[in-house]
């Protein structure tokens, strides 16, 4: 039963494949035998996970068991309250990946709440009220404006039916439904008419239909079966920080074993250097850096929030810096939303309309110049039709949360109603004829509403001098009931040259992807009779044609722009037909000279390898199915691309979730498309995404900004360490001090380089590849040679104060505290050389305020360990004098400025200058 197209199928064919009958439906015996049978007509569940394994889960991570380590290594030492602070982050971090798990978990819930509660069915042929759920293949339900529709069904009777099915199709506007059956085998789901699907909503006029599939059969239970298989992925941040946590236990223990033998081999104490080895450990590891990481993220949420883009999974912010791909729906996202009219053809005039959306401000536009409408008789009556035969409405309200400057609401212009007749009725208010002016003039006596076969619709009204008919509907149609045309303010008969003409007009629009609608009227004599649609629209005069589009957004093109120089292309994924996705496509420059567009049809002939050899070449999807916007997601990331994927539909959740980074609308979004997203735009605008990528970007190159600091810090007081064993010199530090500098200088600095501002070429560059390793773009070289200098020169500064005295237990105490100081101060000078992927002279080092008051903090925690009488004893150190600081600064500043000056003088910021200037000037051309 499931291969049939049921689109294809007569009354009866319909009839006997169900064995039903359309006047009576099932009887309730049948009904329960089938329900039996079929099982219930709701969306069922995949495995769930439980909450509690869910929370269990998240200790799984490696980062995480090394944090474990840390705890009990800081608790061997006595180090209690680093104990129950890595502790603390710990469960932190748990509570934050249950919270996002649990979160997505409920994308069915929201999908199972589009269901219908109850449906109106016939058994037996009585109408009766029953829960949705019981609903079988072969129930007759009925349908009504306002209801949803509980299951999947076949129409055998439509009145002026119309259903809202934008979140499943993708489609802008309400579509026309009717009971013919449709020849052609493979349509997509936007062009099945004669089928109404489960949770879409009946918006206007009546239907009756038979039902063909319910519960995980219907269109809806594809797309959840498809939400329950999506795997999500694993993002950028949380694979490269797995590796981190890898290689850092690995080294850390292995140059603290080194450390620790060389040093009882040249004659330590053995359990002075167990301690020893115990601190370098703890120091080496940075506990704090799955911390410093979540910070950075939320704080780069709250900068996001601020640009309109909402995160609901923390990592994802990261994953939107390296996205190489944005597959992006159209209506809403790239458009406004607001169909609007933007040209009009009166008597073989072409007039241009300016303005955008419901505000009603604009003008007619003739060769450019501005036409006097008050004075233009046929430009009039073209509104005055576009107004009367209307039953939309435009009027300005407050908008809720928003406020103007001055403290006052914000408020907008807000359609009821129809879009098109919105469009209709704005281009009627801003060229000077607002329905409310004419309602005192003309009052409705009939109305002949919009059928999708008639496709046209018509009213009579009564004014003073008499009676007035307006109709408006499809060009060709309208003109087939049109005897007469106004042609330079004058009725003529329309002749069959004057209707090439029309049609020629009509045909132009059309393919500049406009909407195309006629307009005519009669004025009836007294004794007209116009009791039937034959009689009120014969003989009537054609006034002229309006094209509306529903307008890209104005900010769009150079957000685009954008896109291009940093590398990322822009995909269009839309539900609408294909010559206006190809127009929209065109207006923003999305398509380049040799793109290609290609609809939900021919995406279908082609096999997986076809779409993988093409993928990297279309830029427009057209009639689209969920299925498609899963494949071609999928297509992209086996071809190495990172996916960001918008969507405000049900149709969108499967490809959402399947993404790298799942983008839904906030505005026009569904709770489906929003719970399997990782980020939610407040203002539904594509520019936003462009924001948040920029943040992203920003915001992991301030977590590899830490990173750098914190292991070249460590890899310093490593080698300081080891470097002294090898070389048979007593310990340069003792392990309070190892404890204290990993507390001064792991802490407040490297949370100040997580809130950095990014540097000015940063959406300039590429996007990182996906599998790029965190250490790629020379930054374990710069870790490692920073470490090494940092180490060389601490051990240096206390190899110089030590043979003053080498057997003298002060004087060891002495070097001792300067290395201390060497250390502090070489990590606190060099973690302004980390702002830069160059160099310390390339950025100004004051511009980041919070940096520079971390470092003043540690500066200060140093000098009181130094100075504070009861600190000394603790911590082992002595005052220093001039002379020690003068061998201090000098050692400490050597590692940064000799690196600085050598990459200065080896320029290395030139070639990423001429990379950027080569994505930069790489711009396709719109076709």
Not at 198 to 222: D, Q, S
Not at 538 to 545: A, H, K, T
Not at 625 to 632: A, F, Q, V
Not at 854 to 863: G, H, P
Request: hydrophobic content about 45%; some cysteine; proline content about 5%.
């Amino acid at each position: 039963m499931e291969q049939l197209k049921w689109h294809q199928l007569d009354t009866d064919a319909l009839s006997d494949a169900l064995g039903s009958v359309p006047d009576r439906g099932l009887s309730p015996k049948e009904a329960e035998e089938r329900l039996k049978s079929r099982g219930p007509n709701e969306l069922t569940e995949g495995a769930r996970i439980s909450p509690l394994a869910l929370l269990l889960n998240q200790f799984k991570d490696f980062m995480v068991l090394v944090l474990v380590g840390a705890t009990l290594l800081s608790g061997l030492l006595g180090e209690y309250l680093d104990a129950i602070t890595i502790i603390a982050i710990i469960v932190l971090n748990a509570i934050l990946g249950f919270i996002q798990e649990y979160r997505a978990e409920r994308s069915l819930y929201a999908l199972k709440e589009l269901s219908a509660p109850t449906a109106r069915a016939l058994r037996g042929g009585d109408v009766v009220t029953l829960p949705a759920r019981e609903l079988v293949p072969g129930d007759v339900v009925l349908l009504e404006s306002g209801d949803r529709i509980p299951a999947d069904v076949r129409l055998i009777e439509a009145n002026s039916c119309y259903a809202e099915e934008s979140a499943l199709t993708g489609e802008s506007v309400p579509v026309a439904k009717h009971a013919q059956t449709l020849a052609d085998a493979d349509l997509p789901l936007g062009d099945q008419r004669n089928i109404g699907f489960m949770g879409t909503m009946v918006t206007r006029g009546t239907a009756r239909g038979i039902v063909i599939r319910t519960g995980m059969e219907t269109e809806m239970g594809k797309i959840a079966d498809l939400i329950q298989q999506t795997e999500e992925m694993e993002t950028p941040l949380q694979h490269r920080l797995e590796q981190l946590g890898k290689v850092l236990i690995a080294v850390a223990l292995g140059l603290t074993v080194l450390v620790v033998a060389a040093g009882i081999l040249h004659g330590q104490p053995v359990y002075g250097m167990f301690l020893a080895g115990v601190s370098l450990a703890v120091a080496a590891i940075p506990e704090g850096l799955p911390a410093i990481v979540t910070i950075a993220l939320a704080l780069g949420v709250q900068r996001m929030i601020r640009r309109k883009a909402i995160v609901r999974k923390l990592p994802s912010v990261e994953t939107l810096g390296c996205a190489s791909v944005i597959c992006s729906d159209k209506t809403g996202t790239l458009t406004q939303n607001k169909m609007t009219v933007t040209r009009m053809w009166i008597g073989g005039r072409q007039i241009e309309v300016t303005g955008e959306g419901y505000e009603p401000e604009g003008e007619a536009l003739e060769d450019g110049d501005v036409i006097d409408v008050k004075h233009d008789l046929t430009v009039r009556r073209l509104l005055q039709i576009a107004a009367l035969c209307n039953n939309a409405s435009v009027s300005r309200q407050e908008t809720d949360g928003k406020k103007r400057k001055d403290g006052g609401p914000v408020a907008e212009w807000v359609l009821k109603g129809d879009p098109t007749e919105g469009a209709l009725t704005v281009l009627a208010m801003k060229l000077g004829v607002p329905p409310k002016s004419l309602e005192s003039l003309y009052a409705r006596e009939k109305e002949f509403p919009f059928d999708s076969e008639r496709k046209r619709m018509s009213v009579v009204v009564k004014h003073q001098g008499g009676r007035l008919v307006c109709a408006k509907g499809a060009p060709d149609v309208l003109m087939e009931q049109c005897a007469y045309i106004l042609w330079d303010d004058k009725v003529v008969p329309f002749t069959a040259t004057l209707k090439q003409k029309t049609a020629e007009a009509a045909e132009a629009m059309a393919q500049d992807a406009l909407r195309v609608l006629g307009f005519a009227y009669r004025d009836l004599r007294p004794h007209d009779e116009c009791g039937t649609e034959s009689e009120a629209e014969s003989q009537l005069v054609f006034v002229g044609l309006t094209g509306m589009i529903d307008p890209p957004r104005r900010e769009v093109r150079d957000a685009i722009a954008k896109c291009r120089l940093a590398g990322i292309r822009t995909v269009m994924i839309t539900g609408d037909h294909q010559s206006t996705a190809e127009a929209i496509a065109g207006q923003l420059g999305i398509i380049p000279r040799n793109g290609l567009a290609v609809s939900g049809k021919q995406l279908s002939a082609m096999d997986d390898e076809q779409l993988d050899r093409l993928v990297d070449n279309i830029y427009v999807y057209a009639r689209v199915s969920p299925e498609h916007k899963l494949r071609i997601v999928k297509a992209l990331q086996r071809r190495g691309h990172v996916v960001a994927m918008t969507g405000d539909g049900v149709n969108d959740a499967p490809a959402i979730k399947a993404a790298d980074i799942g983008i839904a609308m906030g505005i026009t979004g569904t709770d489906v498309s929003k719970e399997a997203s990782s980020l939610v735009l407040s203002d539904d605008n594509f520019a936003t995404i462009v924001s948040a990528i920029e943040e992203g970007r920003g915001i992991y190159e301030n977590i590899r900004k830490f990173i750098r600091y914190l292991l070249a810090s460590n890899v310093g007081e490593i080698l300081t360490m080891f470097l002294a064993m090898m070389a048979g010199l007593p310990l340069p530090l003792v392990p309070i001090q190892i404890l204290w500098v990993n507390l001064v200088t792991d802490g407040l600095p490297a949370m100040a380089l997580g809130v950095d501002q990014p540097e000015k070429d940063l959406m300039r560059q590429k996007p990182r590849p996906a599998k790029e390793n965190i250490f790629a773009r020379r930054l374990g070289w710069k870790i490692i040679s920073r470490g090494v200098l940092i180490g060389v020169c601490t051990l240096a500064a206390f190899w110089i104060t030590l043979s003053g005295a080498p057997d003298s237990k002060t004087q060891l105490v002495h070097a001792q505290t300067v290395a201390f100081a060497t250390l502090v101060m070489a990590q606190l000078i060099h973690v302004f050389d980390c702002r830069s992927s160059r160099s310390i002279f390339h950025r100004n080092p004051l511009q980041n305020k919070y940096l520079v008051f971390a470092v003043l903090s540690s500066l200060i925690l140093m000098l009181g360990v130094l100075y504070i009488d009861a600190l000394q004893p603790i911590f082992k150190t002595v005052p220093l004098g001039f002379r020690d600081w003068c061998l201090v600064l000098v050692a400490a500043g050597i590692p940064t400025f000799v690196m600085g000056i050598g990459s200065v003088l080896g320029s290395p910021g030139g070639k990423k200058k001429s990379a950027a200037r080569k994505i930069g000037g790489s711009r396709p051309v719109a076709r």
